[in-house]
Nanobody, 126 residues
Framework: QVQLLESGGGLAQAGGSLRLSCAAS????????LGWFRQAPGKERESVAA????????AYADSVKGRFTISRDNTKDTVYLQMNSLKPEDTAVYYC???????????????????WGQGTQVTVSS
């Protein structure tokens, strides 16, 4: 089991930037696929981005491609989400999650992620 704690959420203006962090602890964090998901009020949770255990492979939802960047530092057991060119529709609670997958695999499907953080609120004003 992996424990996850997000930070870095807050209020930003449209066009601005925020950087989310997620500190992981527990069993061999570095071998887990790590991902970011979000849920806006009244909407279902949606995938945002995921990164392989080595950091060499990434996947993004179409809605954030070119604006968001996921990265990880396995020496710090931390995954990041750099969010640029923010839009009001990016407003949501953002969750960090971990998936135990084969080393060559990468998934952005929430069904594959078994460990979840508590979430951090991101609000983008127009």
């Amino acid at each position: 089991q992996v424990q996850l704690l997000e930070s870095g959420g807050g209020l930003a203006q449209a066009g601005g930037s925020l950087r989310l962090s997620c500190a992981a602890s527990g069993r061999t964090v570095s071998i887990y696929v790590l991902g970011w998901f979000r849920q806006a009020p009244g909407k279902e949770r949606e995938s945002v981005a995921a990164i392989s255990w080595s950091g060499g492979n990434t996947a993004y939802a179409d809605s954030v491609k070119g604006r968001f960047t996921i990265s990880r530092d396995n020496t710090k057991d931390t995954v990041y989400l750099q969010m640029n060119s923010l839009k009001p529709e990016d407003t949501a609670v953002y969750y960090c999650a971990a998936a135990r997958l084969p080393l060559s695999a990468l998934s952005i499907s929430s069904a594959d992620f078994g460990s979840w953080g508590q979430g951090t609120q991101v609000t983008v004003s127009s």
